[in-house]
């Protein structure tokens, strides 16, 4: 099989079968193709030539050039995943990269806002022309639902269940439904009936939320808006579309909600990509007890 053609059917593997994240098949395909690259320029042989040792000596150059323990330990594993699917479909007899370690970096826990924070955000949208609904309605229904900016913007005006206070959110073919606190659905429900037509570029749009060219809104385009109303709030925290998602499951954890539920509604295959929420819940109580109490 033609080199591409492995690399092409490897994506569709985290596509179609792994179900990956966007970004962790952006980030693997992208590290399969820079080590294909390499050895088709430095070694003029293909990806089924790689031994153990070239791929050891490909990692230490990609250490020597400064890249970081996290960016290194993420080659690792997107080579190790790549030749698993190579070994899996006989292309090679054994990994060259399975005997090789993964350098945990430490990982650091995610930010967040404080719930006067979020609240000064989503205030920052004024129902006083059409992009102040829309944008009210984005803001809201992200924290209500903690779903992701790719998520948000791929939503279609069908997706909404305003009766019943849901929204139906599906990726890589996987539907999930999650509820919706009541501001966040007058908020929806205001954008939909009183300006969302207005803004249609084109009747037959089927896309939730539009640009002001009454197209899909991008995620690109969302991020600019965001951007916006954190100089407006003042709020000095670095806040990207992922901030509203992990506070949003930060909060709920405070508040109560059990573990499996979050992971329900976050879409998390992983249990443990939820409980990075319960360290963080717990270093955030630590930090309030060390402030706050007289003899600490």
Known sequence: MPEQNYIE????????VKQVSNNTYLSYVRDVHQFSDYLRVYLRIGVTDATQEIVSGYIAWRRGAGKSSSTVARFVASLKCFYNYLESVGAVEEN????????????????????EEVELLLDQPKCTDLKGYRDRAMLELLYATGIRVSELVSLNIDDVKLSAGIIK??????ERYIPMYSAAIKAVSDYITLVRDQMLASPTEQALFVNVNGERMTRQGFWKVLKHYQETAG????ITPHTLR?????????????IRSIQEMLGHADISSTQVYAQLVKKTLKDVYNKAHPRA
């Open 9 to 16: 059917s490897f994506q569709r593997y985290l596509l179609d």
């Open 246 to 258: 992990h506070s949003f499951a930060a909060h709920l954890l405070e508040n109560g909600a059990d």
């Open 96 to 115: 060259p990269v399975h005997d090789i370690p993964i350098e945990r970096a430490e990982k650091k826990l995610p930010q967040i806002l404080t719930s």
């Open 235 to 238: 709020i000095q925290k670095d």
């Open 169 to 174: 959110c599906e990726t890589h073919g996987k």
